[in-house]
């Protein structure tokens, strides 16, 4: 039951301050996710490649000016790709991505709307590129037709499909069913995009894991459209407990967003509803009243506040005592 990450925060994150981010955040996110060994990453126009002339989005940078930051990144280890609305494809688009050493495409449409969506996804696959697919409010069908439409677009050349909870409005027993309908269906890895207005967020990827979900998608610090996705770190904290994503270096992808991004987001006027300290707690299963003592030894002998707590807790999670706190901490120094 294998689980792996795509995190979509320099596209539907793009959402919060218009269309896309600016320069220096997309390099920004691009190094840490890529140093933190986030395997698949989706990034640029939040309405996705060609959207800043077909659409006029034009609240973000061109796609040729995402294309060129991220030429740094595409030896890190990491997959990168766009996402392409199915009614904005252009071959040229798709050519673009190609010439500019993406590894995948993620076409999108609504579900039902499989008769636009053939050509871009053989396109894509034509260009030597790994077609994914987003079917866009899922639950606007059945479990059933939306297996069905799987199958369909799986025949036509698909390498991943996305079942994707735009409006956050699914049930964890909902997505339990959909997901494992479209895991019998096809053959090719079944992933899972989860929006937060019912505050769902996570127990809906776990639903989604639990019945056969190979991939999750999300978001640094939650950042997506409307009420936000699951955030990144959630899930991989979540996971990680489930003994899963272990290549992925949560400590410093929490360093990463307490000194890096939520100081620049703080300019957007965006705030972070589960800081690195919160979310370590909730890992941890420490309780917040012994946090001074954590950062004053964690301070004195300069090792990762967040890494500290998780080990001490684990030996003693009641009531550590701050001999055990500096006895863990000259280990890990």
């Not at 999108?108 to 697919?133: H, T």
Request: charged residues 20%; negative net charge; contains cysteine.
């Amino acid at each position: 039951m294998g689980v792996t990450l795509m995190d979509c925060t320099l596209r539907d994150g793009a959402n919060i301050v218009g269309k896309g981010f600016d320069a220096e955040i997309t390099d920004m996110v691009l190094d840490g996710l890529t140093l933190c060994n986030v395997p698949v990453i989706e990034f640029g126009n939040a309405g996705g490649i060609g959207a800043y002339e077909v659409a006029g989005f034009t609240q973000a940078l061109t796609d040729s000016e995402y294309l060129s930051i991220a030429q740094k990144y595409l030896t890190r280890g990491s997959e990168l790709g766009m996402f392409l609305n199915a009614k904005r494809y252009r071959e040229d688009y798709v050519a673009l991505a190609r010439e500019n050493g993406l590894s995948f495409l993620r076409v999108g449409a609504d579900a039902g709307e499989l008769e636009i969506s053939i050509a871009p996804i053989k396109c894509v696959k034509k260009y030597g590129l790994k077609a994914f697919y987003s079917l866009m409010k899922a639950y606007i069908l059945s479990a059933d037709e939306l297996a069905e439409e799987a199958k369909a677009l799986e025949d036509a050349g698909l390498d991943q499909i996305t079942i994707m909870d735009s409006a956050g409005t699914m049930f964890p027993d909902q997505v339990a069913e959909y997901t494992s309908k479209l895991v019998n269906a096809v053959s090719i890895p079944v992933a899972f995009h989860c929006h937060n207005n019912l505050g769902l967020s996570s127990a809906n990827a776990l639903a989604a894991w639990q019945n056969g979900a190979k991939i999750l998608d999300c978001g640094l610090m939650g950042m997506a459209r409307s009420a936000g996705n699951l955030p990144t770190e959630v899930c991989v904290g979540m996971m990680q407990r489930y003994g899963e994503m272990k290549s992925i270096d949560l400590y410093k992808m929490l360093d990463f967003i307490e000194k890096r991004l939520m100081p620049a987001m703080e300019k957007h006027s965006y705030h972070n509803s589960i800081t690195p300290l919160d979310l370590t707690l909730g890992i941890s299963g420490c309780h917040s009243s012994f946090v001074k003592t954590f950062k004053t030894v964690a301070q004195e002998k300069n090792v990762n506040l967040f890494r500290l707590i998780v080990e001490v807790s684990a030996q003693n999670r009641k009531n550590p005592s701050e001999s055990l706190i500096r006895e863990v901490a000259e280990r890990l120094a």
